[in-house]
């Protein structure tokens, strides 16, 4: 049995610029070590908007914060004529460990499908980064096919043709949790995480399905964080609103603290 590290990961989305996203960061990295929290116990990531990387790499960094930290989007080309886009060359030079593709956000706004986003991913895996893969039903979906079909379905066509042994997180996101402040139930966490990670095992191995860390992501909160980290096959959180909160966002970090076998 793997024992897979707890990721807690703050997608904020398009909000701080960089001044804020710096003293949001020290705010955190000061709240848990008055908490005596050490980030080894559970892996903390950041998701800053593209101009504020360079800033958060810094401070976190020269200040060996222990957190990790990532882009909300990629380009699925190395370079060229694509204006407004980054290529994961370029997050890996910024030492991003992780970059979110597939977002709910992305694939409504800008019409990101399947095809897209597994670009993305293969991309992503090429420079060296760990794509946070997100996947999720809409209510229409939820309705019509129940909850795990849209999202495996998303998943499936996404590893298709992904290299044995890349390293990958996903986190499921069903898009009527996403900033609805109703959260699915963790049952329902656990029964959609159970079949992506079964997804995994037949698109990839059962040993990358093992080591793979599945998050879920809608409306979690400081109150709510621990009854999904219960679920065997839920391994962290992606956190969009609560992690604009400082106070809030480093509660959520704590969750082990308010976890009851
Ligand atoms: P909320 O936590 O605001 O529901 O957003 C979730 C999300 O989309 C994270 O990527």
Redesign the pocket.
Known sequence: MVNRRPLIAG?W?MNFDHLRAVAFVQKIAWTLKDAKFSPTEVEVSFFPPFTDIRSVQTLIESDSLGFAFGAQDVSPFDEGAHTGDISAGFLKKLNCRYV?VG???RRQDHSENDELVAAKTKAAVKHGLVPVI?VGETSDDLEKFGASAVPVGQLRSVLAGLAAGSEIVV?Y?PVW????GQAATPAQAQDVCAALRAVIAEEISSESAEATRILY????KSGNIASFMREKDVDGA??????LDAEEFAKIVQFPRHVIA
């Open positions: 997608n989305k979110i977002h709910s956000e997100c986190a996101e949790a996403i900033g609805s992501g809608g409306s979690v992606l956190v969009g609103g609560a992690s």
